[in-house]
């Protein structure tokens, strides 16, 4: 692939995603936990999430079909496209990448492929180095997928975290554009690795910190300080916005969604509040999907974009934060 010597922008042709048919609600999670559906729902926002059949279903085959409903609504074919980027942290294998086998899946022939790991920030990290990649010239159309299993990662004789996860998919087709306002003006990626502990997944006892030990949550299974974890989210959350628009002189008025990443719905509800943002510009569905790591904004966007919510001319923010810890923002004119 040759350089391009012209300026170029990026367009979103279209979006897809997935999620399992199976849910697990807060009535089934009391019978198993010692919790109840009106404790969820006041600490989250969250009634149910959809989980995977772990015989049949995982961050692979949700990935795959996003990406393929994704092409279908962008009038696109799976070889058209130059490279596929799979934001995952819960990918079966790491050899093959998830993304390898979208492509081998779908007949993406001319496509290279990776995954990217950053957790719940995953699809925005995604969104970003793509639309670089894009604008580079390296790369006329790019196919971005955020997908996790969450379910396997969890540990569901602890509250802390089961009542949290599920499992999604969202993706997006982009392709260069001749107008160079097009695509992502302004974007964040960051990332503090000094509070990894506050979430983290260790697999053997070696990596457990000290102070740790005693942590009842057994191996392999995610592992998280719930207040920790939800003062940083409030925080970035809040910050991240108020530096997109200031950075791109907008106001909340000119945009025309705000999708932001599941987490938690107090979280959401909190950033509304202190930074005045119109209500009906910020999408929720947590309490239909609860937090699905990399496939959550991803999730959202394939939503509002086939209500038609998204307009041309109009932009857009994508926020997110997670673990690592991570962050990161993307302003999109569409």
Not at 101 to 130: E, H, K, P, W
Not at 190 to 217: K, V
């Amino acid at each position: 692939m040759t350089h391009a010597s012209a300026p170029r922008g990026v367009r979103l042709l279209g979006t897809g995603s997935a999620v399992p048919p199976a849910e697990l609600t807060n009535k089934d999670l009391e019978k198993i936990l010692d919790t109840t559906d009106e404790w969820i729902h006041q600490r989250t926002g969250i009634t149910a999430r959809r989980i995977c059949d772990p015989g049949r279903e995982g961050t692979y085959t949700l990935a795959r079909d996003a990406v393929s409903r994704a092409l279908e609504a962008s009038k696109r074919r799976a070889e058209d496209l130059d490279l596929v980027i799979c934001a995952t942290c819960t990918a079966e294998m790491t050899c093959p990448s998830t993304a390898c086998r979208i492509t081998g899946a779908l007949g993406a022939t001319r496509a290279g492929a990776f995954d990217l790991t950053a957790a719940c920030s995953g699809f925005v990290y995604a969104m970003n180095v793509a639309d670089t990649l894009i604008r580079s010239g390296r790369f006329q159309r790019i196919g971005v997928v955020g997908a996790d299993a969450m379910s396997t990662m969890v540990d569901y004789t602890d509250r802390s975290v089961s009542i949290l996860f599920g499992d999604a998919a969202g993706a997006a087709i982009l392709e260069a554009d001749p107008d160079p306002s097009r695509g992502c003006i302004h974007q964040t990626l960051s990332a503090d690795g000094s509070d990894w502990r506050t979430l983290y997944m260790p697999r053997r006892c070696q990596e457990i910190p000290p102070g740790e030990e005693s942590n009842p949550i057994r191996l392999g299974y995610l592992r998280m300080h719930g207040r920790e974890v939800f003062r940083f989210a409030v925080t970035k959350f809040r910050e991240v916005i108020e530096e997109a628009l200031s950075a791109t002189k907008l106001t909340p008025d000119d945009v025309s969604q705000f999708i932001c990443h599941q987490s938690n719905r107090r979280i959401i509800e909190t950033a509304i509040e202190k930074i005045g943002l119109p209500r009906d510009k910020v999408h929720v569905n947590i309490d239909r999907y609860g937090n699905s790591s990399a496939g959550s904004v991803g999730l959202c966007l394939d939503e509002l974009w086939r209500a038609g919510k998204i307009p041309q001319g109009r932009p857009m923010i994508l926020v997110a934060f997670g673990g690592g810890l991570t962050w990161a923002s993307s302003v999109w004119n569409v």
